[in-house]
């Protein structure tokens, strides 16, 4: 697909009677982030792939089984109290996004 300079322009034509002159340059500059974050997480996925597997050439030593009356059990955490700490913790996932935004 060619696209010359008069498709070109009206393109950019459209685009400014669609978000106006002021939205344009957040509009790129938030482009320009999402391509820059897709960029990393792309070459991070590359870089994993190239890096070799490291396998255990000795086999760990056996542990005996504990039995199952030595196994602590787990503490009960009631529907309240798992909901008021998921809430505490998005709490600080808001704040900490809040936070990275101011310049």
Not at 22 to 28: F, G, I, Q, T
């Amino acid at each position: 697909m060619n696209l010359g300079a008069p498709e070109i322009i009206l393109i950019l034509v459209a685009l400014v009677l669609l978000f106006g002159a002021k939205k344009l340059p957040d509009l790129a500059r938030g482009v320009g982030r999402s391509l820059r974050i897709f960029k990393a997480e792309t070459s991070k996925m590359t870089e994993d792939d190239d890096k070799p597997t490291v396998v255990q050439a000795t086999p760990e030593p056996q542990q005996a089984p504990v039995p199952p009356q030595q196994i602590p059990a787990a503490p009960v955490i009631s529907p309240e109290e798992q909901a008021r700490r998921l809430e505490e913790e998005a709490a600080r996932l808001r704040a900490g996004a809040q936070a990275d935004k101011r310049p």
